[in-house]
């Protein structure tokens, strides 16, 4: 499946003149200082949760609960070149559980993408991902009961243009995402 668009911009309030929305910008007074090498910036991180539910496998009756510990590292590596941008990232969230470790999950990340400087207010973007993911039964999306949560992978890849001239700017870019679904048994 292939998403063009095409769209006329005028608010430059939001945006700086490299097209980067204002929730998307550098804030140095928060942001992680990271790791130099190079010219690149590496920004590990390191996510431990802890979560209770009271009815693990989605059921009407006969609830089963059990404590979840979520354990997830992250590590983003970007260029800190003046023109053009590389960057890299790579996840994973594991999911224990203390009694049922049968549910234990474990998804995952890796992603790249780029900028290549045309002119000065014109830029091509490249992305290209995979992505392991799950969802949990009991899922509102779904519209039946499964018997163990389903697991799938997502691949996506991008390619875009920016173009701006003064006040005004031009985006054009496609997309495509592909989810591959495990076949899962359904509650009878």
């Given at each position: 499946v292939f998403i063009f668009i095409f769209l006329p911009s005028t608010s430059m309030a939001v945006t700086d003149a490299r097209g980067v929305p204002i929730y998307e910008r550098s804030r140095p007074d928060y942001d992680a200082l990271g790791i130099r090498s190079g010219a690149f910036l590496i920004k590990p991180e390191l996510k431990l949760g802890?979560?209770?539910?009271?009815?693990?496998?989605?059921?009407?009756?006969?609830?089963?609960?059990?404590?979840i510990t979520t354990v997830a590292p992250k590590m983003d590596v970007g260029s800190d070149w003046t023109r053009h941008f590389l960057g890299f990232s790579?996840?994973?969230?594991?999911?224990?559980?203390?009694?049922?470790?049968?549910?234990?999950?474990?998804?995952?990340?890796?992603?790249?993408n780029g900028r290549l400087d045309v002119l000065r207010e014109s830029f091509l973007t490249a992305s290209a991902g995979f992505r392991r993911l799950h969802e949990e039964r009991g899922d509102p999306n779904a519209q039946t009961a499964w018997k163990e949560p389903a697991t799938y992978n997502k691949t996506n890849a991008a390619l875009g243009y920016y173009h701006g001239i003064g006040k005004v700017s031009v985006r054009a870019g496609a997309a495509l995402d592909s989810y591959d679904f495990r076949s899962v048994d359904l509650v009878a």
């Open positions: 802890q979560e209770y539910n009271d009815n693990i496998y989605a059921l009407k009756n006969n609830t089963t609960g059990d404590w790579a996840g994973l969230k594991g999911g224990f559980y203390a009694s049922k470790s049968d549910e234990n999950y474990m998804d995952g990340h890796v992603a790249l």
